[in-house]
């Protein structure tokens, strides 16, 4: 399998975690491209999964970053071609943007561990399958999104409504990050500084979110999303 990355950011803040390690593990190809750079995106016939990444931009800040337009129109047709795509956080975002929804600014940042309530369609789909409902994964976001027309909604929690949807069973995007490794945490927090860590009730400490345990459990449920999504493209 080739796998394609997009970023948007030094790979302390924003990189591969658990995914790199996966693709490791079964000797896939990765490649990247960091948008925030404007490097070039690749053909349709260069990959056969493509993974985009979150970053510190919104997906609705086009006059700040105008890259992103270009961004979501790329996503958008490589989702029109039947590629399987996985979008993560501002990935998510994009996914939603591009394919007709709306990504804004949400009501409340949310940081740390907070559980994910998967809804029928999103525990019967067969890119969860094994993901654990009701567990907790590392959350690290101030906006939202709507859903496009074409998608399903498939999980939600206390603090925000659209947490993951899927388009087909081709493509699921994730507002949290199960991705996650201690390295990216660390580096997100002190990115930011401990002022983003302020003025929301969905806001943990940095001990509540430096938990080795959270790492461990969060990494078995992106293995289980990745083998998914190579066993769909196995079919």
Not at 34 to 50: I, S
Not at 137 to 160: I, K, M, R, V
Request: hydrophobic share 40%.
């Amino acid at each position: 399998m080739r796998v394609h990355v997009l970023q948007h950011g030094k790979s302390e803040l924003v990189g591969m975690g658990t995914i790199k390690e996966w693709a490791n593990d079964k000797n896939y190809e990765v490649k990247t491209t960091r948008v925030d750079l404007k490097e070039a995106y690749p053909h349709a016939n260069e990959f056969d999964f493509l993974i985009v990444l979150g970053g510190v931009q919104g997906a609705y800040q086009e006059n700040e970053y105008p890259w992103l337009k270009k961004e979501k129109m790329w996503i958008r047709s490589m989702i029109e071609q039947q590629k399987f795509v996985l979008g993560i956080c501002l990935g998510a975002q994009l996914i939603a943007d591009g394919m007709g929804g709306k990504a804004n600014k949400h009501s409340y940042k949310e940081v740390g561990w907070w559980p994910i309530a998967f809804n029928e369609k999103g525990i019967k789909h067969p890119l969860l399958k094994n993901v654990a409902n009701h567990q907790e994964f590392y959350q690290f976001h101030q906006d939202t999104f709507t859903l496009p027309n074409d998608a399903e909604h498939l999980a939600q929690n206390n603090a925000c409504e659209n947490q993951a949807f899927a388009i087909g069973e081709h493509v699921l995007a994730l507002q949290f990050h199960p991705e996650i490794i201690k390295e990216n945490a660390i580096c997100m927090v002190e990115d930011l500084g401990e002022t983003f860590l302020e003025d929301s009730p969905f806001i943990q400490n940095s001990e509540q979110i430096f938990r080795d345990d959270k790492f461990n459990d969060t990494s078995y449920s992106m293995y289980h999303i990745l083998n998914n999504f190579e066993m769909r493209m196995a079919l």
